[in-house]
C-alpha cells in the first residue's frame, strides 16, 4: 500500500507539480504545518525516451550543488558554474591558509592552526531541517552545536544596578522567571484572574508557576528568594557539611530595569532551540560532500557569470574564467545566485522579473574568528561551548563546541548583524579586532586580549559574489517575489531567498527541490 501511495504521489508531482503533490499530501493528512513537505525525488524512469537533458546551473552555493545533486539522480546532465574558486558559497569555513580580498581592497590570509577554524557563513543546523537528512546521505558527520549554555553570560551596558556586570544565563533566567511567577502567583491568589479562571484553574495555575519559578507557598506570600541552587552558588556544595551557598537574587525592580530576561525568547525560536547540530569539521563538509558526489568535472570553478539569454532552443550563458569569454549553451538554466546580484548580469529576461530581483533587500552580518593559545573560557569561566549575548556592538560572542580540553580554540568574538556589522564592516581586519577585544575584554576581563594566535574578519556586504549575508523581501505576498516561484522561459531560480527559512541551508535546499520537481514535471509531461 505504502509503495501504491507513493507511485500515485509521484505521478501527481510529474503531472501537476510540487505544488499539486504537497496539496494533495495535506488533503490525504500526510502533511501537517509544522513538518517539511514530503519530497518524492525524481526518478530516471519518468525520462525514458526523452534524451538527457543539459540544465547549467549558476552558482555552486547550497542551492545550486542540491539541484545539480538532484537532476543527476534522475539522469539529467549538469553543468555547473561558480564564480569563487571553491563550492558552498556562503557555507564557508575559514582555515589556516584560506586568502580573501574583499570589496574594500582589504586582504587577509587566516593562519589559524592545524584543526583550528571558523564557520564564517552557517555555523549550525536545527535537527528539523533537511540539511540534516543531506549529511546523513552524503556521509557528513555531525556533532552537538552548543547553542544555549546555562553558564555563558547576559551583559548589558547601561546605568542600571545590574548593568556593566557579567550575568550568568542561569542567575538571570532564575531571577527573571522566579519573579515573574511570584508576581502572577499573587495575582491570582488575589482574584485579578478570577473573570478568566475557575477555582480549579487557578490552583492547577499557582502550582505550575509554584515549580516554573522555584517560588514558596502561600503563606510565605508565594515569595521567590532563589535559595534552591537555580541561579548559582557563591560557593558550590561539596563534601562533607559543605551545602553551597547561594546569594540573595537581585531585586525584583533591578531585573528587569536591566533587561536580562529579555533574551531567553531566543531559546524558544522554532530554528533556534536544542538541539542543534554542526558537522564535524567544519560546515564546509557539506559543500564538499556534494562536490564529490556530483563530480568536480561538473563544476567550472573561477567561471564568472556576464550574460543570461533564454532562446528558442533552450538558454545561452556566457561566462569568463578571466580569459576570452566563453558561450555555453543548454535546454534550461538554473540561477542560484543572489537576487540582487543576478538583476546586474546582462540577460534578455522580462522586465518584470528584473523588477522582482531588484526587490530583495541586502542584509550584512559579520564575524570575527580568534584563536587562542589557551581555552580560557573552559579553565577559567567553566563554560563549555555556547553563546555570550550583549548589547554591545559585538552582539553575541560564540565560544567553540569543538576540540574541549585541547589546548587552543576559536572564539567567534562578534557575530552581528544591521549596523553594527556595518560598523565594523567599515573598519580594516586589524581595527575590527581591536574594537571587538576591548569590548570583549568588558565582559570577560584582561585575559580577552591575551594569547592571541590568529585571527580572521568577514563582513558579508563587502564580500565579492555575495555582498550580503542574506536577503530580506519587503513583502512575500504582493505578487513581486511570487514572480521568480515560475520559470522564465527556460530558466528558472532557486535559492534561500525563494523560501520561507532565509539564511538557513534548509531554505536553499527545499527551494532547489521545488525548483528541480518543477523542471522535471515540465520535461517528463512532453
Not at 160 to 166: D, F, H, I, V
Request: hydrophobic share 35%; proline share 4%; glycine share 12%.
Amino acid at each position: 500500500m505504502a509503495q501504491t501511495r507513493r507511485q500515485f504521489l509521484r505521478q501527481v508531482g510529474i503531472t501537476g507539480g510540487a505544488g499539486v503533490m504537497y496539496s494533495t499530501m495535506s488533503a490525504l493528512g500526510l502533511t501537517s504545518a509544522a513538518e517539511t513537505p514530503a519530497y518524492a525525488a525524481p526518478s530516471r524512469v519518468e525520462l525514458a525516451g526523452r534524451g538527457t537533458k543539459h540544465v547549467v546551473i549558476l552558482g555552486a552555493g547550497i542551492a545550486g550543488l542540491t539541484s545539480a545533486y538532484e537532476l543527476l539522480k534522475a539522469g539529467y546532465k549538469v553543468t555547473l558554474l561558480e564564480a569563487r574558486k571553491r563550492p558552498g558559497g556562503r557555507n564557508w569555513t575559514v582555515r589556516g591558509g584560506t586568502e580573501e580580498t574583499d570589496l574594500a581592497g582589504n586582504t587577509q590570509r587566516a593562519t589559524f592552526s592545524k584543526g583550528q577554524y571558523m564557520n564564517a557563513g552557517p555555523a549550525r543546523i536545527p535537527q528539523h531541517h533537511v540539511t540534516l537528512d543531506y549529511c546523513r546521505e552524503l556521509g557528513v558527520a555531525i556533532e552537538p552545536f552548543v547553542n544555549q549554555n546555562a553558564d555563558a553570560y547576559l551583559y548589558r551596558e547601561g546605568s542600571t544596578a545590574l548593568s556593566n556586570k557579567p550575568i550568568r544565563h542561569r542567575t538571570a533566567k532564575a531571577d527573571t522567571y522566579g519573579y515573574v511567577s511570584e508576581l502572577l502567583a499573587k495575582a491570582t491568589d488575589q482574584g485579578a484572574l478570577d473573570s478568566y479562571l475557575t477555582a480549579t484553574d487557578k490552583q492547577a495555575l499557582i502550582g505550575f508557576l509554584t515549580s516554573f519559578g522555584s517560588i514558596g507557598d502561600k503563606s510565605s506570600g508565594f515569595k521567590y528568594t532563589g535559595t534552591d541552587g537555580r541561579r548559582g552558588y557563591d560557593v558550590e556544595p561539596g563534601a562533607g557539611l559543605e551545602g553551597g551557598t547561594t546569594a540573595a537574587p537581585y531585586a525584583l525592580s533591578d531585573v528587569f530595569a536591566s533587561g536580562v530576561g529579555n533574551y531567553f525568547s531566543f531559546e524558544f525560536g522554532w530554528d533556534q532551540a536544542m538541539m542543534m547540530f554542526q558537522p564535524v569539521g567544519g560546515m564546509d563538509r557539506i559543500p564538499y560532500a556534494f562536490e564529490q558526489a556530483i563530480g568536480r568535472e561538473k563544476i567550472q570553478y573561477g567561471a564568472e557569470v556576464l550574460g543570461l539569454r533564454n532562446t528558442s532552443a533552450g538558454v545561452e550563458i556566457t561566462y569568463t574564467t578571466g580569459a576570452r569569454p566563453r558561450v555555453l549553451t543548454a535546454d534550461f538554466a538554473i540561477c542560484s545566485l543572489p537576487p540582487h546580484i543576478a538583476a546586474k548580469i546582462p540577460s534578455n529576461l522580462p522586465a518584470d522579473i528584473i523588477t522582482a530581483l531588484q526587490y530583495a533587500r541586502p542584509t550584512n552580518a559579520g564575524k570575527l574568528g580568534i584563536e587562542y593559545g589557551r581555552r580560557w573560557w573552559e579553565e577559567d569561566l567553566r563554560i563549555y561551548g555556547g553563546i555570550t549575548n550583549s548589547n554591545l556592538d559585538t552582539v553575541n560572542t560564540w565560544y567553540p563546541s569543538y576540540g574541549f580540553h585541547g589546548k587552543r580554540g576559536t572564539v567567534i568574538s562578534y557575530y552581528n548583524t544591521g549596523a553594527n556589522a556595518n560598523t565594523y564592516g567599515a573598519l580594516t581586519p586589524a581595527a575590527r579586532l581591536d574594537r571587538a577585544v576591548a569590548q570583549g575584554t568588558k565582559i570577560h576581563g584582561d585575559v580577552y586580549g591575551k594569547d592571541i594566535e590568529a585571527t580572521f574578519s568577514v563582513n558579508w556586504l563587502g564580500t565579492k559574489y555575495s555582498e550580503a549575508s542574506w536577503i530580506s523581501w519587503p513583502s512575500q505576498t504582493d505578487g513581486v517575489y511570487a514572480k521568480l516561484l515560475d520559470a522564465t522561459g527556460n530558466i528558472y531560480f532557486a535559492g534561500d531567498h525563494l523560501s520561507h527559512a532565509i539564511a538557513w541551508q534548509h531554505g536553499a535546499m527545499t527551494s532547489a527541490r521545488a525548483t528541480v520537481t518543477a523542471l522535471h514535471s515540465r520535461v517528463a509531461s512532453k
